[in-house]
């Protein structure tokens, strides 16, 4: 089996493969300042909550945004699974040519949703990953990461409306049933959601007019991505599963890789 992890700013996101299946998954909060133990009892107890036996886990593969816990990561898989991850990067070969200044510069949760989104509609893509940013990213119908955009999230957007205006309160991020509020709720809640619909769709038109292609398909991914993506007008689809799967794609690529040049390999997960 495959364990697959992706690391962002908020939360991470965990799945185990056999195969091309993915047979679960799990989201958990990220904390930068876990210890190796704190994470391994961590992921021990998830698999032991589905009965899947964590000795059949083979090889680990990360998608991690945040520096500080690529340790812990590392030292937990080796010690409670006894494999040592793949942590994607500039240096891992994708299979994706990176048309960006310095491709060091490209998260790795955003080349592994281009790698994914390209591998499975084999055509012009944008993917908007609604995360603590919500990113943009561009891939030309020649399979090339062409670059995209960086917005604040729809959370942090939320937070900072909160923090710096003294009478707003905290709200649920949901849709109202109106775009005129009358209630303090219904406005923010409505300012939020619809405000970042007028963005998707601002964004994703003016991408698109950049673009050489006519045929471009846009996916949408992340915690918040059905909600927001049900009430614009340029989004084809919602994958949950898009950087999980990516990373399974990687992950088998540097295996066939290590294969052709002679190199020990694990056997197939």
């Not at 604040?152 to 109106?178: H, M, T, W, Y």
Request: overall charge negative; glycine content about 8%.
């Amino acid at each position: 089996m495959l364990m697959v992890i992706d690391v962002g700013n908020t939360n991470t996101v965990l799945g185990v493969y056999d195969g091309e299946e993915l047979i679960e998954h799990w989201r958990v909060a990220t904390n930068a300042q876990s210890t190796t133990d704190e994470l391994g009892v961590l992921y021990m107890s998830l698999f032991a909550a589905r009965r899947i036996p964590p000795e059949q886990v083979g090889a680990a593969i990360v998608a991690c945004v945040v520096p500080p816990a690529v340790h812990a990561i590392t030292r937990a898989c080796d010690r409670y699974f006894d494999v040592h991850p793949l942590f994607v990067g500039a240096d891992v070969d994708c299979g994706m040519p990176i048309a960006y200044d310095n491709p060091r510069e490209v998260g790795a949760d955003r080349l592994v949703n281009a790698v994914a989104a390209y591998a499975r509609w084999k055509t012009a893509c944008v993917v908007v990953d609604f995360g603590t940013a919500t990113t943009f990213d561009v891939i030309g119908a020649e399979g090339v990461y062409r670059g995209g955009v960086i917005a604040p999230g729809i959370g942090i957007s939320l937070d900072a409306l909160f923090l710096r205006a003294s009478k707003l309160p905290r709200v649920n991020i949901a849709r109202p049933e109106r775009v005129i509020g009358t209630r303090t709720v219904d406005s923010m809640q409505a300012g939020i959601v619809f405000g970042y619909v007028g963005l998707v769709d601002g964004l994703v038109e003016r991408i698109r007019e950049e673009m050489p292609e006519d045929d471009v398909r846009v996916i949408a991914t992340g915690g918040l991505a059905a909600l927001i993506s049900s009430e614009t007008r340029h989004i084809h689809s919602v994958e949950p599963f898009l950087t999980l799967e990516g990373l399974r794609l990687i992950h088998e690529r540097h295996r066939q890789t290590l294969e052709a040049d002679g190199e020990p390999v694990p056997p197939p997960p």
